[in-house]
């Protein structure tokens, strides 16, 4: 048994914290509160430190990293991860694993992937220390593994095959579905092929996550769309990283908003997470019209060589962002490499070339593998945001080849340190909550996210006066500060902490939970102790 002793608790249900102890035995909660240590225990004496669930990350693409263990998750409390959003999962894949992979390399960093839900589920909880790993199937690799290279069509194809593949993928243990309408080939999906799956995630009472069709110019019909697929189906819809894109769609957002309220009153079941930075991150190709898409990047090629005055006046008249506010953040050729970091107005100034025409050339020359970063909203939108009742604070982190968003690896402690200590955009309760509870309860997860006996012991033990992040645009992966210990299976714990002064750790000798115990911004193991059976 493991004894944290002397902790403020924050226990994740929006209640006061409190001080108290937490009682750990056997890789889960058994008392909270008023603890006395028994007599067998490890003793961690905290000194008033915060004591929270672990936190859920329920927007991420870490689908393949989690198999390494990598540590940007970790590093900053996140002990459970959901993948396999924005239709991106790397299974299924049927008879067309060439193709998934190709479009899958983009979002989630690699190729590799798995014929059903529980050869993966399977791959990655055997291989996958640091995080507990629940997954969404994507829509994406729906229709590829069903459809193949006819995926791309805004026909009904084979809809009680894909329908089929969806309930045997949540049947396996997929917690839920995911679309990616903004991505090919879930763009080209009609409704009608939306409502009959959403009727098959109703019927496992699983969650339905969106990336939705538009949110700039068709942010409220994009809405009005996933409050239909709700009304028709009655599954459980999360609007993924909502938010109003481009300066002259920043009034739609609270129209959105009020939308969604409505809805809720109505009795649909919906809800909603973003991120807390002004800027998010995504592949170059999402710029262009997604019927550019239909044929792979090989098939975008030829479009840009053959339409390329079409492409130009659709990207001059569609992109929501100023120039000067998307940068190339990764690429593949050397020859380019100068480009990281840069915007494209000032590429395009250096090159001579329009910026519609500067898009297009560098998708050409990266033979469009290529990542941006783009900022997109305004502050006060983003506070409406992340004090929203119905949201949940995710990191939607993917890797990249040179700089990925600093949200990687920073998500979670700058919301604890810029917009909760600083800012006081709300309260250290009601944002424990949006990273613990809320995605628990979305998720339909009853064994984590509160400090409650009976609960998976997933702990993050923090610094609330010194917790945040040193990631930034342009050195986005520095780990966090203020993260004292995250108990997850794994037991992490940074060297020169007073945790490691002998005042406390494993006072009587006795081994703890299975733990790793290694330091957070490295990856030297200090040692490895397990739980006596």
Same mark, same amino acid.
């Given at each position: 048994m493991l004894l944290l002793r002397n902790a403020l608790i924050v226990d994740g249900s929006r209640a006061t914290p409190y001080a108290g102890s937490v009682l750990v035995s056997e890789g889960k909660i058994k008392a909270v509160g008023e603890v006395d240590a028994p007599a067998d225990a490890s003793v961690i004496e905290l000194d008033g430190?915060?004591?929270?669930?672990?936190? /859920?990350?329920?927007?991420?693409h870490s689908d393949?990293?989690?198999?390494? =263990?990598?540590?940007?998750?970790?590093?900053?409390?996140?002990?459970?991860?959901? +993948?396999?959003?924005?239709?991106?999962?790397?299974?299924?894949?049927?008879?067309?694993?060439?193709?998934?992979?190709?479009? =899958?390399?983009? /979002?989630? *960093?690699?190729?590799?992937?798995?014929?059903s839900a529980r050869g993966y589920l399977d791959a990655v909880r055997a291989?996958?220390?640091? +995080?507990? +790993?629940?997954?969404?199937?994507?829509?994406?690799?729906?229709?590829?593994?069903?459809?193949?290279?006819?995926? =791309?069509?805004?026909?009904?194809?084979?809809?009680?095959?894909?329908?089929?593949?969806?309930?045997?993928?949540?049947?396996?243990?997929?917690i839920g579905f995911s679309t990616g309408l903004m991505y090919a080939p879930g763009s080209q999906a009609p409704f009608a092929e939306l409502e009959a799956?959403? @009727? +098959?995630?109703?019927?496992? &009472?699983?969650?339905?996550?969106?990336?939705? @069709?538009?949110?700039?110019?068709?942010?409220?019909?994009?809405?009005?769309?996933?409050?239909?697929?709700?009304?028709?189906?009655?599954?459980?819809v999360q609007i993924s990283h909502l938010q109003a894109v481009g300066r002259e769609n920043w009034y739609k957002q609270c129209v959105a908003l009020e939308k969604i309220e409505e809805a809720r009153v109505a009795g649909i079941d919906i809800g909603f997470d973003c991120y807390p930075y002004l800027a998010g991150s995504t592949v170059m190709t999402q710029l262009l019209p997604q019927s550019a898409l239909v044929g792979g990047l090989a098939g975008m090629l030829g479009v840009i060589a053959s339409s390329r005055g079409d492409l130009e006046r659709a990207l001059n008249e569609e992109t929501a962002q100023?120039?000067? &506010?998307?940068?190339?953040?990764?690429?593949?050729?050397?020859? *380019?490499?100068?480009? /990281?970091?840069?915007? /494209?107005?000032?590429?395009?100034?250096?090159?001579?070339?329009?910026?519609?025409?500067t898009v297009l050339d560098i998708l050409l020359e990266e033979r469009g593998r290529v990542n941006i970063v783009a900022f997109n909203q305004s502050e006060a939108n983003l506070k409406m945001l992340l004090t929203h009742p119905l949201a949940s604070i995710i990191t939607d982190g993917f890797y990249v080849a040179q700089r990925p968003h600093p949200r990687l690896a920073g998500a979670f402690p700058t919301f604890l340190g810029e917009f909760v200590r600083t800012r006081k955009w709300l309260s250290l309760s009601e944002a424990v909550r949006k990273i613990t509870a809320a995605p628990a309860a979305r998720l339909g997860l009853r064994d984590r996210g509160l400090l409650t006996p009976g609960a998976i012991a997933d702990i993050t033990i923090f610094?609330?006066?010194?917790?945040?992040?040193?990631?930034?645009?342009?050195?986005?992966?520095?780990?966090?500060?203020?993260?004292?210990?995250?108990?997850?299976g794994t037991l992490l714990l940074p060297k020169s902490s007073s945790l490691l002064d002998g005042r406390g750790i494993l006072r009587?000798?006795?081994?703890?939970?299975?733990a790793i115990v290694s330091h957070p911004s490295t990856s030297d193991t200090i040692g490895e102790l397990h739980y006596e059976r």
């Open positions: 430190a915060v004591l929270s669930p672990g936190f /859920i990350d329920l927007h991420s393949l990293k989690v198999l390494e =263990n990598r540590r940007e998750k970790s590093d900053q409390g996140i002990t459970t991860e959901v +993948v396999g959003n924005c239709g991106f999962s790397p299974y299924p894949c049927g008879h067309h694993a060439d193709l998934l992979g190709e479009q =899958n390399e983009g /979002i989630l *960093n690699g190729e590799a992937c798995w014929p291989a996958s220390r640091l +995080v507990h +790993v629940e997954s969404l199937i994507g829509h994406g690799a729906l229709r590829t593994a069903g459809l193949g290279k006819d995926a =791309n069509t805004t026909e009904l194809r084979d809809l009680d095959g894909l329908a089929g593949a969806l309930d045997e993928a949540l049947t396996e243990g997929a799956l959403c @009727r +098959v995630v109703a019927k496992h &009472d699983k969650l339905y996550t969106s990336h939705m @069709r538009s949110y700039s110019w068709e942010l409220l019909e994009s809405v009005d769309e996933q409050l239909e697929l709700a009304r028709r189906t009655g599954c459980r100023g120039w000067e &506010d998307i940068f190339v953040s990764s690429l593949h050729s050397a020859e *380019n490499k100068e480009l /990281i970091g840069k915007p /494209i107005a000032e590429i395009s100034e250096a090159r001579g070339t329009a910026p519609a025409a610094d609330p006066e010194t917790i945040g992040s040193r990631a930034t645009f342009e050195s986005p992966s520095v780990a966090p500060t203020g993260i004292h210990l995250v108990i997850k009587s000798g006795r081994p703890l939970a299975h």
